[in-house]
């Protein structure tokens, strides 16, 4: 059975640093495309950044670029988001999804992901 289960949220000062992590058990990364969503409260949900497996297309949003990295580990299935100079703004719950795209090069929109995590709050606050 597919999980995605994310990891890593937490309290950060603005300015700081905080590194996310979605296990996503029993597929093959090589095949899947990977996106990190956020949604803060009272507004919508939004795509921040996404991973394509088989040819490794990345995108990001225009209000993290350059300052959020996604990676990934084949070995361990496991899709980081590292965010850094993080911002008040930045502060929602993040969701990891995942969808079978073995030849795929653009990422999809959540309600296109085969597999959804629960989410891990993130708030930035001093």
């Known amino acids: 059975q597919v999980q995605v289960v994310e990891t890593g949220g937490g309290l950060v000062q603005p300015g700081g640093s905080l590194r996310l992590s979605c296990v996503a058990s029993n597929i093959n990364l090589n095949y899947w495309a990977i996106g990190w969503f956020r949604q803060a409260p009272e507004k919508e949900r939004e795509e921040v950044s996404c991973?394509?497996?088989?040819?490794?297309?990345?995108t990001y949003s225009d209000s993290v670029k350059a300052r959020f990295t996604i990676s990934r580990d084949t070995a361990q299935n496991t899709v980081y988001l590292q965010m850094n100079n993080l911002i008040p703004e930045d502060t929602a719950i993040y969701y990891c999804a995942a969808r079978y795209s073995p030849y795929g090069t653009t990422c999809p929109s959540w309600y296109a992901m085969d597999y959804r995590g629960k989410g891990t709050l993130v708030t930035v606050s001093s």
């Open positions: 991973l394509v497996g088989h040819d490794g297309t990345i």
